[in-house]
């Protein structure tokens, strides 16, 4: 997966429908998550499309699994992994996600039926990378 800050590089180049060919390209390359993984338990609440995030086990650092049936929004997602994929939990714990993404400009980009979701996204992703730097 791509660093958050590479894909701001591209993302600031681009203009409109590339700016959602890009998140659309992001959300492909998400690692791929099993339908066995896919239940109301790892469901985002407040999305407007399915949204599914699973944290793997992993003591050192995060990586999650996600997936979305829509391809914007799983493009939204890749964003979301990508700022806090493969760091350490404490890190991720007290990291503010949401200005990592305010480059990106979602709110002003995008409708708010596709970003309404994006602060339960990452509410489950720091409570459980607080989790984990607690143990």
């Known amino acids: 997966m791509r660093s958050l800050d590479d894909i701001l590089e591209e993302y600031d180049f681009l203009e409109g429908d590339e ?13 791929e998550m099993p339908a066995a993984l896919k239940t109301d338990a790892t469901l985002v609440r407040g999305c407007s499309a399915s949204v599914w995030v699973y944290p793997t086990e992993d003591t050192d650092k995060l990586h999650f699994l996600a997936d979305s049936n829509a391809a914007i929004t799983k493009g939204i997602v890749a964003l979301v992994i990508a700022a806090v994929q493969d760091r350490p939990a404490r890190e991720v714990a007290e990291m503010d996600v949401t200005a990592a993404l305010d480059p990106f400009d979602l709110k002003s980009q995008l409708s708010s039926n596709r970003t309404q979701g994006v602060p339960n996204m990452i509410a489950l992703v720091k409570e459980h990378a607080a989790r984990l730097a607690a143990a």
């Open 19 to 31: 700016r959602y060919r890009l998140l659309i390209e992001l959300g492909r390359e998400l690692d």
